[in-house]
């Protein structure tokens, strides 16, 4: 079985997954670099593009159950999506200590508040759920990953996170 741990970058996913140990992680980016699956590097964004097509494809001769651990897992084919959520206001101050410049910020905060990754993840897979990670310590969040891997899914199903309060709040 292939889990994707996919959030807007911020949100916990390599805090949270460096705690489970039930499957083995792997990180996405790390994949990116075994399979050469970077197509480019996008200067505004100071990122690597990924042809997450080739990524997949790569991916899918490897016969191994893992957690896959990145913000764009999700596209990946997982058979299960968990989608990391924090609040944007949160998410804010997460990456500004992090020392993320306010551009990407910016994009990463309205990103997380009109729900993109985890709008993709139901466009791409069957099974999605998601963790509110905004007041949770890792390995909280780790414990929760943990439940919905031993079948514990129908308290984390997507659609249990709702931003619009705070969104609307901003106008």
Known sequence: MRIAVTGTPGVGKTSACSLVK??????VNDLVDRFDAASGYDRKRKTREVDVTKLARSLSKLDDDAILEGHFSHLLKPDVAIVLRCSPSVLEKRLKRKGWDEKKIRENVEAEA???????ALENVADVCEIDTTHK?????AKAIEDIIAGERNKYRAGNVDWSEEVLSWF
Not at 114 to 120: A, G, I, Q, Y
Request: proline share 11%; hydrophobic share 50%.
């Open 114 to 120: 009109v729900d993109v990754v985890l709008v993709e």
């Open 22 to 27: 039930s499957m083995p992680v792997v990180h």
């Open 137 to 141: 310590k890792p390995g909280e969040v």
